[in-house]
């Protein structure tokens, strides 16, 4: 595994490599010593978080990284306000004595090595579907563009997959290959595609749907991972920050080359309810699409289904009683036209 060291004390550099070679290819890098993208690999930063200056250049770091699959910030946790700041730069977890970074490398490497052995036996549809989440994500938590094609393009792959092998097989599947962000939203958009089968649509509109679905979270790139992956139920601060990614995915959309405003409307309004009880701008009734409405009946239910830290998934039919209980909330109509869809999935 590529170790990618930095740190702003040359002297840390030795001790480093003493620990993790030659298990470990160490690549170290000194800040303030010249940008450098970061290419594949783990990411370990030991910097003084207390200077304004280590900070700067620790976000220019984090900037140009590519691929990279975890950054690790080297914080003593009793020093509270400097574990929050590792987690504000991007820190996928912190480490605090050296005896944890060599643990939290195995288990990187266990997962890796495990996502290798179940990816080779996904589907080519669920791959590159993944793979196109992963690109996107990562591009705009590095505040770059990315190609709406590539999204249209994962979208038309999701569709061939549901058609070919049935909701239920590729949802199926999505929950064995995929955890937390992605498994959610290739859920959503697998299920966004079955309802659209399910009634009837036309071919562009079957994709239309597909492709809000497959953009709806993007607003969750923005959100700080300590709470996007929270292993348990976020608190009423957190939620709060949460509830901001309708209107950050809208935002950055925005400027994206074509992106039509029916697909806008969908990121944004995907958690507004016909009672008006919905944000982020609390619309009601006929203010809310019907494109919005399916999505949201999709999500919904998506995120029912799928396994949270704090509880497992729920069974098709619990989830399609939750749903019909919401009366006034969403259209009846749809719920009711949903059935099929909920119960084979």
């Known amino acids: 595994m590529v170790v990618n060291f930095v ?44 200077k304004p200056g280590p900070i700067e250049q620790i976000k220019l770091v984090v900037r140009s990284l590519r691929s990279v699959t975890e950054t690790l910030f080297v914080v003593q946790r009793h020093l509270h306000h400097m574990v929050a700041q590792a987690f504000a730069l991007g820190a996928t977890a912190v480490v605090s ?35 196109v989440f992963a690109s996107m994500l990562s591009a705009i938590r590095s505040g770059k563009p990315f190609a709406l094609s590539d999204a249209a393009n994962a979208t038309s792959q999701i569709i061939g997959g549901v058609e070919q092998r049935g909701l239920g097989v590729w949802l199926d599947d999505v ?6 962000t992605f498994q959610h939203c290739l859920l959503v958009t697998g299920v966004a595609v079955g309802f659209a089968l399910e009634i009837k649509f036309g071919r562009d509109d079957v994709k239309r749907l597909g492709l809000a679905a497959t ?5 969750k790139a923005r959100i700080p991972l300590a709470i996007l992956d929270k292993p348990g139920r976020l608190e009423s601060d957190e939620e709060e920050i949460m509830r901001r990614h309708p209107v950050i995915g809208y935002e950055l959309l925005q400027t994206t080359s074509g992106i039509d405003p029916e697909t806008l409307d969908a990121v944004r309004h ?12 609390g619309l009601a009734g006929s203010q809310i699409s019907d494109l919005v409405r399916l999505l949201t009946v999709s999500d919904i239910y998506a995120a029912l289904i799928e396994s949270r830290p704090y509880r497992s ?11 019909a209980g919401m009366d006034g909330k969403l259209e009846g109509s749809l719920v009711r036209a949903f059935r099929n869809v909920a119960l084979r999935a």
Do not use: F
Request: glycine fraction near 8%; avoid cysteine.
């Open 313 to 323: 998934a729920m069974s098709r039919e619990a989830a399609y009683k939750i749903l």
């Open 270 to 281: 995907h958690h507004e309810y016909l009672d008006g009880s919905g944000y982020p701008d």
């Open 215 to 219: 953009l709806h979270d993007i607003g």
């Open 97 to 131: 004595r050296p005896s944890e970074i060599v643990t939290k490398l195995a288990e990187i490497e266990l997962v890796e090595n495990a996502a290798r052995s179940q990816v080779a036996d996904a589907s080519p549809d669920l791959v590159n579907g993944s793979t």
């Open 175 to 180: 929950r064995r290959y995929h955890e937390g």
């Open 7 to 50: 740190t702003d004390e040359p002297s840390k550099i030795s001790a480093i490599r003493a620990m993790l070679e030659p298990q470990h290819h160490v690549v170290p890098r000194l800040l303030g010593a010249g940008a450098a993208t970061i290419l594949g690999g783990v990411l370990i930063i030991d910097a003084d978080l207390r």
